[in-house]
């Protein structure tokens, strides 16, 4: 197809190619080619709206099961633990769709619908188009300034100049009147002074649908992040990491660049005030001068938790002490290194395993996670391990660190397995 089809949406039509392709074990590169997408678009498809079918009967998937010696009796501390991976299902194309084993597999199966994506599709694209840019109280607010004025025959135009508070424009305020958002507090646009005198019509359900505030990331891109690092500035790659997002625990995840050293604090609550918060007690255990020596930039993703921007960069008594960047929508790549990381700590805490049954309760808990996780030598840092580095380049920092809880392991003894906090 035309390499113009990139940046359109995806049709019934092209869901079927898809799904062709799946049936036929294609890759997504492939798919994306016939298609004159981009693969990441094609992935990105396939794991939104791919259903699972199937639901694997063993308590984990564990790719030893066959074998097992423990009565299959699985737990995230058996030392024969494996976690299952399908090339198919969780690499490429990644769907069951026309897999000659889906008959026989026992673990997880997950098929793709076109004609249930594009059902879906349709329906969030809808909804995320409708809805009134703010909350009830809010509306509550403007209403109450507007609907005496506006009876004295004053504009719109009139009140928000005399009324800064309210944040919207006039416009806007012409389009509620006319879709009675004001109507349960006795508004409507009949209060106009110029409207034509007749009942308004039935409206629709007021639907609030407050949107988020980006103001926070303007000069904050990753573009603004390249601008202004230089080969002298410190950059700390910040992210969260967790299984369950409806109870946690949470993990807020620093990962030191010059050294490779990852730090962590665990937080009951996945919120933006809990990342501010972790931000403050790292700069705590650190120090003021430790913290904005080598957290001079802070990168994160674009989560809703690290939304307080202003707030991290600002510490006690209103005195800068950081620069907080954000990466691009759905580029985890520009802080691959910290994401990398994450996989040691996969290792000893797998995902779709509950975190506290497994022993993750508590900070300390997690101090002795990440003691091993840099504990363990990289090739990258020539057979160091991060802690290693980090002791020699900044014995300060590894100071603070050591104080804190993190130790050093001697590498025979290093455990990246799930029954380390057994």
Same mark, same amino acid.
């Given at each position: 197809?035309?390499? *113009?089809?990139?940046?359109?949406?995806?049709?019934? @039509? !092209?869901?079927?190619? #898809?799904?062709?392709?799946?049936?036929?074990?294609?890759?997504? /590169?492939?798919?994306?080619?016939?298609?004159?997408?981009?693969?990441?678009?094609?992935?990105?498809? #396939?794991?939104?709206?791919?259903?699972? %079918?199937?639901?694997?009967?063993?308590? $984990?998937?564990?790719? +030893?099961?066959?074998?097992?010696?423990?009565?299959?009796?699985?737990?995230?501390?058996?030392?024969?633990?494996?976690?299952?991976?399908? +090339?198919?299902?969780?690499?490429?194309?990644?769907?069951?769709?026309?897999?000659?084993?889906?008959? /026989?597999?026992?673990? &997880?199966?997950?098929?793709?619908?076109?004609?249930?994506?594009?059902?879906?599709?349709?329906?969030?694209?809808?909804?995320?188009?409708?809805?009134?840019?703010?909350?009830?109280?809010?509306? @509550?607010?403007?209403? %109450? #300034?507007?609907?005496?004025?506006?009876?004295?025959?004053?504009?719109?135009?009139?009140?928000? !100049?005399?009324?800064?508070?309210?944040? %919207?424009?006039?416009?806007?305020?012409?389009?509620?009147?006319?879709?009675?958002?004001?109507?349960?507090?006795?508004?409507?646009?009949? &209060?106009?002074?110029?409207?034509?005198?007749?009942?308004?019509?039935?409206?629709?359900?007021?639907?609030?649908?407050?949107?988020?505030?980006?103001?926070?990331?303007?000069?904050?891109?990753?573009?603004?992040? $390249?601008?202004?690092?230089? @080969?002298?500035?410190? /950059?700390?790659?910040? &992210?969260?990491?967790?299984? &369950?997002?409806?109870?946690?625990?949470?993990?807020?995840?620093?990962?030191?660049?010059?050294?490779?050293?990852?730090?962590?604090?665990?937080?009951?609550?996945?919120?933006?005030?809990?990342?501010?918060?972790? %931000?403050?007690?790292?700069?705590?255990?650190?120090?003021?001068?430790?913290?904005?020596?080598?957290?001079?930039?802070?990168?994160?993703?674009?989560?809703?938790?690290?939304?307080?921007?202003?707030?991290? @960069?600002?510490?006690?008594?209103?005195?800068?002490?950081?620069?907080?960047?954000?990466?691009?929508?759905?580029? *985890?790549?520009?802080?691959?290194?910290? !994401?990398?990381?994450?996989?040691?700590?996969?290792?000893?805490?797998?995902?779709?395993?509950?975190?506290?049954?497994?022993?993750?309760?508590?900070?300390?808990?997690? +101090?002795?996670?990440?003691?091993?996780?840099?504990?363990?030598?990289?090739?990258?840092?020539?057979?160091?391990?991060?802690?290693?580095?980090?002791?020699?380049?900044?014995?300060?920092?590894?100071?603070?660190?050591?104080?804190?809880?993190?130790?050093?392991?001697?590498?025979?003894?290093?455990?990246?397995?799930?029954?380390? $906090?057994?």
């Amino acid at each position: 197809m035309a390499a *113009a089809n990139k940046n359109l949406h995806l049709t019934l @039509e !092209e869901r079927k190619i #898809i799904l062709k392709g799946i049936e036929s074990a294609a890759s997504k /590169t492939d798919i994306a080619n016939t298609l004159g997408k981009d693969k990441s678009t094609i992935g990105k498809e #396939i794991k939104k709206y791919r259903i699972k %079918v199937y639901s694997c009967h063993l308590p $984990l998937e564990c790719a +030893n099961y066959k074998t097992c010696r423990h009565y299959r009796n699985c737990r995230p501390e058996c030392i024969d633990f494996k976690q299952f991976r399908c +090339n198919r299902r969780d690499r490429s194309p990644g769907a069951c769709n026309g897999c000659p084993k889906i008959h /026989t597999c026992r673990f &997880d199966k997950f098929k793709y619908d076109p004609n249930q994506a594009d059902f879906y599709y349709r329906k969030t694209l809808t909804e995320s188009r409708l809805g009134i840019n703010a909350t009830r109280e809010e509306i @509550e607010q403007m209403a %109450v #300034i507007l609907k005496p004025l506006l009876r004295k025959g004053q504009s719109p135009f009139h009140i928000l !100049e005399a009324h800064p508070e309210i944040t %919207v424009c006039e416009k806007t305020i012409y389009n509620y009147l006319e879709a009675n958002v004001f109507g349960e507090f006795g508004l409507s646009n009949l &209060d106009l002074r110029t409207q034509v005198k007749r009942r308004p019509t039935k409206k629709k359900k007021v639907c609030y649908k407050k949107r988020q505030d980006r103001k926070y990331l303007a000069g904050r891109s990753y573009k603004d992040y $390249l601008d202004f690092c230089e @080969e002298s500035t410190r /950059t700390c790659q910040m &992210d969260t990491v967790y299984n &369950d997002i409806s109870c946690g625990p949470f993990m807020q995840t620093f990962k030191f660049m010059d050294s490779s050293f990852l730090f962590a604090l665990l937080h009951g609550e996945l919120n933006s005030q809990n990342m501010l918060s972790g %931000v403050g007690k790292l700069e705590s255990i650190l120090g003021p001068q430790l913290f904005q020596k080598h957290c001079e930039v802070l990168l994160s993703d674009r989560g809703p938790e690290f939304t307080k921007a202003e707030e991290m @960069e600002t510490g006690t008594g209103g005195i800068k002490r950081c620069h907080i960047f954000y990466c691009d929508p759905m580029r *985890a790549d520009q802080k691959g290194s910290l !994401e990398n990381n994450h996989k040691l700590l996969r290792y000893i805490l797998p995902k779709g395993t509950d975190l506290r049954a497994l022993g993750l309760r508590t900070q300390e808990d997690l +101090n002795k996670v990440l003691s091993h996780v840099n504990s363990t030598p990289r090739e990258k840092l020539g057979g160091k391990s991060p802690i290693e580095l980090l002791e020699f380049l900044h014995p300060e920092l590894y100071t603070k660190f050591y104080e804190f809880g993190i130790r050093k392991i001697p590498k025979d003894e290093v455990t990246l397995k799930p029954f380390l $906090l057994k």
